[in-house]
């Protein structure tokens, strides 16, 4: 009775003692863990401030895309510019779209001309103007206004202002062709095209396509270019 309230003949369950060398080891490489996560999400920060940083700036962060079957450059309107901006910056591409359109047409005209006896300078000289023209117009003005639409930027809006109004005096100028290079033939313009109809009536045509070109380019970009400034003023 006396032993077996003492608990003597009794068989107790056998308990495994956790060494404290293991539970110092458990402790530790969750010490380690935490501070592995902590400085994870760290990195995961530093990472988005400089993605931020970076499209605050106006660079693209994504791979060129346009045009789609030779991508050169990055152009993703629908995903990058805001939704109220979008139809203005379309009509600004449409634009820069136009010019390119007016140069590459100035080309084929005046190729024509230098075939039929217009002389191979002016046929030179188009082509200066659409490799400088194509390119330059998308640096200096459109592609301004681009990320002046995407980070609000008053610095960008006014380099966009100050090109474009160039690229308009441009237009003009080629619109009109007056005589002071090689009599005006190298560009598609109204004096040009009466110069060239009484001796060639194929290259005049195709003068006054050109000269046409040219004046709805014109048009469109005072129309852009108001637009422009009245979203510019609306947002100061």
């Known amino acids: ?6 608990g003597f003949g009794q068989k107790h369950d056998a308990t495994d003692d956790v060494p404290l060398d ?11 863990l935490a501070t592995w996560e902590a400085d994870l999400q760290r990195r995961e920060r530093d990472i988005k401030r400089r993605e931020d940083a970076v499209a605050g700036a106006g660079v693209p962060t994504d791979d060129r895309n346009w045009p789609p079957f030779f991508p050169i450059i990055h152009h993703d309107i629908a995903n990058e510019i805001p939704a109220h901006s979008q139809r203005l910056q379309y009509l600004a591409f449409a634009s820069w779209l136009g010019i390119v359109f007016c140069l590459a047409f100035n080309v084929l005209a005046v190729t024509i001309c230098w075939i039929k006896g217009g002389g191979v300078k002016i046929f030179f000289l188009a082509v200066i103007y659409a490799l400088m023209g194509c390119p330059l117009s ?6 301004p206004l681009y990320n002046a639409m995407r980070t609000d930027s008053a610095l960008k809006f006014g380099w966009f202002f100050m090109f474009y109004l160039f690229h308009i005096g441009f237009c003009i100028l080629a619109a009109i062709a007056p005589p002071i290079v090689f009599q005006g033939l190298s560009l598609t313009g109204i004096l040009a095209a009466i110069d060239v109809f009484s001796d060639h ?10 000269f046409g070109f040219f004046c709805l380019e014109v048009l469109l970009s005072l129309w852009v270019l108001q637009k422009v400034y009245m979203y510019f003023r ?3």
């Not at 009775?1 to 003492?6: N, R, Y």
């Open 201 to 210: 009536v194929l290259v005049g045509i195709f003068y006054l396509i050109g």
């Open 22 to 32: 293991s539970m110092n080891g458990s402790n530790k490489k969750q010490k380690e």
């Open 1 to 6: 009775m006396i032993a077996s309230t003492l």
């Open 234 to 236: 609306g947002h100061k």
């Open 138 to 143: 998308y640096i200096l003005w459109y592609r």
